[in-house]
């Protein structure tokens, strides 16, 4: 995808069927390059079906379907877990954290997994001030097994942020915290998709948080 393209995201026609007979239907979306869209929607109306679609985690039943550059539904296994690792990050609302580790260590989990990238002082650098952002700035060095859930949840923010994706996928990404911890990790989001042109998905059920997004998609129906 050349730097110039202004989409991110283009859906035509697209229709996917769940396991229990769910049918999410959206027949023309799309997202410009640097968006930020609140997902809104009733439990069972496709939100998180949405988002996997997105980071090419399944298929749809039918459809095309393409996310920065590639096109998803011609693509085979190999190349969209390539694409998603580059370019996408899909943070859900029960993202773990490895009680092992530290809380810079589960940060910079993605760069130890990854033979694709560099793990040098300016990605410590990174994480460590996404976590002070982030309210966990005391927290570097403890262990992930100490921490309470808003503050996993927060880990897992910043670990999606610190590869620098072109496309953040956030589920239900604030649900274990405090209406001003949830904003607050908010704000940083938008900061750093303004700053570095990222786009961004926010699946909430909050109004008061969706609103602070310039961008809605609705989805109707139930499960």
């Known amino acids: 995808m050349s730097e110039a393209d202004p989409l991110s995201v283009e859906v035509e026609g697209l229709s996917h069927t769940t396991a229990d007979g769910f049918v ?11 968006a930020q869209v609140a997902v809104l929607g009733p439990s069972g109306s496709g939100k998180t079906t949405l988002l996997r679609l997105l980071a090419g985690l399944i298929l749809p039943t039918s459809g095309r379907l393409l996310v920065e550059g590639l096109v998803l539904t011609e ?3 190999a190349a969209r877990r390539a694409h998603r690792q580059q370019h996408v990050a899909l943070l859900q609302q029960d993202s773990p954290v490895m009680e092992a580790l530290t809380v810079e260590e589960n940060v910079l989990l993605p760069f130890r997994l990854s033979p694709g990238r560099t793990l ?7 994480a ?3 976590l002070l952002a982030l309210g966990l700035g005391g927290l570097v060095h403890r262990g992930a097994d100490r921490l309470s859930a808003g503050e996993r949840q927060r880990v897992a923010l910043a670990r999606a942020l610190v590869v620098r994706p072109r496309l953040l996928l956030c589920d239900e990404a604030t649900a274990s ?11 940083l989001t938008q900061t750093v998709c303004d700053e570095e042109g990222l786009t961004l998905l926010w699946v909430t059920h909050d109004l008061g948080l969706a609103a602070r997004l310039p961008q809605r998609l609705l989805l109707g129906g139930e499960a």
């Open 24 to 34: 999410l239907r959206l027949p023309r979306w799309t997202v410009s390059r640097g």
């Open 75 to 77: 693509s085979d296994e």
């Open 120 to 126: 040098d002082e300016a990605a410590r650098d990174r």
């Open 128 to 130: 460590r001030r996404l």
């Open 177 to 187: 915290l405090d209406p001003a911890a949830a904003a607050r990790s908010l704000n």
